[in-house]
């Protein structure tokens, strides 16, 4: 008889992206787990609260409670649920999300030891984290990766005559899409013929910022707003190369799907990335917040048609390990 559980996290694709409590409460139910979830209150306060009190009302009707882990804010809802799941001992599993939580190690210590060594066990998407756990002496951590159903992304080869540019992605700053504009700017003032789709909801003003910049220099730059999955996935194949900007990052779902399509991927250098792209042969890394590196990079796959082809080919193979089919078995494991 497949276990209870209670999923803990942001449940906003409301209002931005689709999450990951969303994407995996649909997966694990399809397998017949029996899954309450929290919390979908825009208002952060009231998210809390109503985070700990599904918890609390949850606490003899779940096995096992799972618990989204960001690196800023939202890191004390982590801390205050699993406080709550330790005085009602039930066992939690965080899972961890954010290119930056290795610095919430160190930035707060006597909470991240509390929370994660007390844990069933943590849950780290990328190897990327999970070395840093383990080099901050966290044993009790499991590598799951993010996942798709490989099924729902039809891989397309792509030609590759001009720059047709994709980013998919909230408007934050952390994720720096202010870069995607400045590339555009640079190929254009190389003679590289250029535009760019720029896929995602607002979420700290960037959104706004860009648009604005856009128009002042009069970039050929489209602003789509949320898509659906299936709306971006059909509308990728419109292009050819996928751009990540990122200055922080884990591994992405939104490269994982990129690859999975077939779309040559140039992605900064940072957080998980170089554990998910090798360089060269499954996608392109190139230093952060630099346009003329990203530029080269473009060029360098419009001139060589056969290794944006292999680089396509070889990506695809790449995420097949992504693929839920496979996946769902770590989770069967530790559930």
Same mark, same amino acid.
């Given at each position: ?212 910049? +856009?128009?002042?220099?009069? &970039? /050929? #730059?489209?602003? @789509? ?7 971006? =996935?059909?509308?990728? !194949? ?19 799907? +990129?690859?999975?399509?077939? &779309? /040559? #991927?140039?992605? @900064? ?7 998910? =792209?090798?360089?060269? !042969? ?54």
């Amino acid at each position: 008889m497949k276990k209870k559980l209670l999923y803990i996290g942001n449940q906003l694709s409301k209002k931005e992206t689709l999450t990951t409590i969303e994407t995996l409460t649909s997966l694990l139910r399809k397998e017949d787990y029996k899954i309450s979830t929290a919390s979908s209150v825009i208002n952060k306060a009231g998210r809390l609260i109503d985070m700990l009190l599904t918890t609390y009302k949850n606490k003899n009707k779940v096995d096992t409670v799972l618990i989204d882990t960001y690196s800023t804010q939202n890191f004390y809802y982590a801390v205050y649920v699993a406080k709550l799941c330790r005085t009602f001992n039930i066992p939690y599993i965080p899972i961890l999300h954010g290119g930056n939580l290795p610095n919430r190690l160190k930035k707060s210590p006597r909470l991240s030891k509390k929370l994660f060594k007390n844990a069933k066990i943590n849950v780290a998407p990328s190897h990327y984290l999970l070395e840093a756990f383990k080099n901050s002496g966290f044993n009790n951590v499991t590598y799951i990766p993010n996942t798709i159903e490989l099924k729902e992304y039809p891989f397309l080869l792509r030609e590759n005559s001009t720059a047709k540019l994709l980013w998919v992605r909230s408007f934050a700053s952390i994720y720096n899409p202010v870069l995607a504009l400045d590339v555009v700017e640079e190929l254009l003032n190389q003679g590289v013929d250029a535009f760019l789709c720029m896929v995602g909801p607002e979420k700290d003003g960037s959104l706004e910022k860009c648009k604005a910049i +856009a128009q002042q220099k009069n &970039l /050929p #730059v489209t602003f @789509t707003g949320k898509l659906r999955k299936k709306e971006w =996935i059909n509308l990728s !194949k419109e292009y050819n190369i996928f751009i990540n900007t990122t200055n922080f990052d884990n591994t992405p779902v939104s490269v994982i799907e +990129a690859m999975a399509l077939g &779309l /040559p #991927v140039v992605s @900064t250098n940072v957080g998980g990335l170089p554990f998910l =792209i090798t360089n060269n !042969k499954t996608g392109i890394l190139v230093p952060p917040n630099n346009a003329g590196v990203f530029v080269k990079a473009i060029k360098d796959l419009l001139a060589n048609h056969r290794k944006a082809i292999q680089v396509s080919k070889n990506a695809r193979l790449e995420v097949e390990k992504f693929d839920w089919e496979q996946v769902k078995q770590k989770w069967f494991k530790i559930l």
